[in-house]
């Protein structure tokens, strides 16, 4: 009598990302650009919205460019635009508009505002142009619950409507949600995420190899 070999399931055979446990923050460009200089670069992606037309508007639930955005905006008729109102590195930011010929280039406090990548990713970065020259001004968060807050990190030299916040974890998250301090709007200048690595899930390697001996036994036996 033959003793069959036990069915593994699916999610024994499945690839897993670890589970975030840690992140580290970044304040500015220059310390953010250093890690993702040593990540795969084809693993890295940006987005300056340089390439849309100017006055472009995204709907939320949009998804241009493999960033799908969420937003609910305090004000009825705002929508998030490609703007210049507030980006001298541009040409161009990402901010809000009202009404025909009205750009107002800021994420506005209480505007509800997330952004969700097309595949798990492990580092992320921003650069806003704001008013607000008190560091803090934007505030991001994963949606594995880790918290990066923006520091002040200038434009240019003679530009100091600046802030940098990134954040780099230890696993892998999927969207960011971003708030801004009450009393100032912040033009989003340029962002900055590298895809995280999926590693296979312990001992996947060897119950994969299980699973495939056992279903070729069985077609042998047939």
């Known amino acids: 009598m033959r003793t069959a070999l036990p069915v593994l399931g699916l999610s024994a055979l499945a690839l897993a990302s670890s589970i975030a446990s840690g992140a580290t923050t970044f304040t500015t460009r220059a310390a953010f ?5 040593g990540a795969d670069p084809g693993m890295v992606h940006a987005d300056t919205w340089d390439s849309l037309p100017l006055g472009f508007i995204i709907n939320s639930g949009d998804t241009i460019d493999g960033l799908t955005y969420f937003y609910t905006p305090v004000f009825d008729g705002f929508s998030l635009a490609v703007t210049d109102a507030l980006a001298p590195t541009a040409p161009h930011a990402l901010g809000t508009y009202y009404a025909t010929g009205d750009y107002f280039s800021g994420i506005g406090p209480g505007d509800a505002f997330t952004i969700v990548f097309s595949s798990p990713v492990d580092t992320f970065g921003l650069w ?3 008013a607000d020259l008190v560091p803090g001004a934007v505030t991001i968060t994963t949606n594995t619950g880790e918290v990066a807050v923006s520091g002040s990190d200038p434009i240019t030299q003679d530009n100091p409507y600046g802030q940098f916040v990134g954040i780099a974890t230890t696993g892998a998250f999927t969207s960011v949600t971003f708030s801004v301090r009450d009393g100032f709007g912040a033009a989003f200048d340029g962002m900055t995420w590298v ?3 999926v590693t296979p899930a312990p001992g996947s390697g060897v119950l994969s190899m299980l699973a495939f001996a056992t279903m070729a036994g069985g077609r042998r036996r047939r």
């Not at 650009?33 to 200089?37: I, K, R």
């Open 33 to 37: 650009e250093t890690v993702v200089a």
């Open 128 to 130: 806003v142009n704001t």
């Open 195 to 197: 895809e995280a690595v």
